[in-house]
């Protein structure tokens, strides 16, 4: 039987209604990662703050953030990184912006932040510490000591967890003062235009390893026995890259191989999450 063109005619109409609706239906694709596959570039945002995050003598990038993004982002098949630094308060909207792909400063996941990005599985769960003078002359022990001494000050990096932690212990305003990095604040410490520091543990332990005339607070009374966990983190609408990104950290954190990555910079086994079979 001879068709005609007719016919045709209206089976191509309907498949490209057919086409159509698929379209409509198709999941949208995810312009970061269709970038980054097609480029191979990966763009890192990170924040000076060792050991989590700096520039080595060498002005390598190091750290470790950077040194597990590293293993990552080359499991995934990326082996060119941009670097780029810039203020811990900056870091989320620069993403936001687009200025980077993720962000590689451990950074801590908490309630207020995901509402703004995307965070990736933990990478590391410590508490908080506190800097202070040779010989810790006002015997600060604690944030709830700090707000009950009306002539102490803190010092914390703006834009991170201290400030909140810092306001909830009581600690008014007028007595916080917050700093764009660790170094600036570390100054103000050793000039004596503040009393403490606080920061998590393994950025103070640096600090006082680095600068003889400070000590870390021996004991430090936490206000919550819970350590927060740091994590990368991704715009909210880079899923296909986050999930990418999670399924390789899933079989590395916790791993031999990740104790042995992050021991020089200070972190303990106790400090990682369990490997993900060792979950209850």
């Not at 409509?24 to 990966?42: A, I, S």
């Not at 982002?73 to 990184?81: D, K, M, P």
């Amino acid at each position: 039987m001879r068709l005609s063109r007719r016919f045709w005619a209206s089976l191509a109409g309907v498949g490209l209604l057919v086409a159509a609706i698929a379209a409509l239906f198709r999941p949208p694709l995810d312009p970061t990662w269709e970038r980054l596959t097609r480029t191979r570039v990966v763009r890192v945002g990170y924040a000076w703050e060792p050991p989590y995050a700096y520039r080595d003598t060498a002005g390598h990038v190091t750290g470790e953030s950077p040194e597990v993004a590293r293993v990552i982002l080359t499991r995934l098949g990326f082996t060119s990184i941009e670097w780029i630094q810039t203020t811990f308060a900056s870091l989320i909207p620069d993403l936001q912006a687009g200025r980077f792909d993720l962000i590689a400063a451990g950074m801590f996941d908490t309630p207020e932040r995901a509402t703004q990005v995307a965070f990736s599985l933990p990478t590391a769960c410590v508490g908080l510490a506190l800097l202070v003078k040779q010989g810790n002359p006002l015997g600060l022990h604690s944030l709830e000591d700090l707000a009950r001494t009306p002539q102490a000050r803190l010092a914390v990096l703006s834009g991170a967890m201290e400030g909140k932690m810092a306001r909830d212990a009581g600690i008014p305003d007028q007595r916080l003062l917050g700093f764009p990095d660790p170094p600036l604040a570390l100054d103000a410490l050793r000039q004596g235009m503040v009393d403490a520091l606080a920061l998590t543990s393994p950025t103070i332990d640096t600090l006082a390893r680095a600068t003889p005339d400070t000590e870390r607070a021996h004991p430090f009374l936490a206000s919550s026995k819970k350590n927060g966990c740091s994590a990368f983190a991704f715009r909210q609408e880079d899923s296909i890259f986050l999930n990418a990104f999670n399924r390789e950290m899933d079989s590395f954190i916790g791993s031999s191989e990740h104790v042995q990555l992050v021991r020089p910079f200070g972190f303990a086994r106790t400090d990682l999450p369990a490997p993900r079979g060792e979950h209850p």
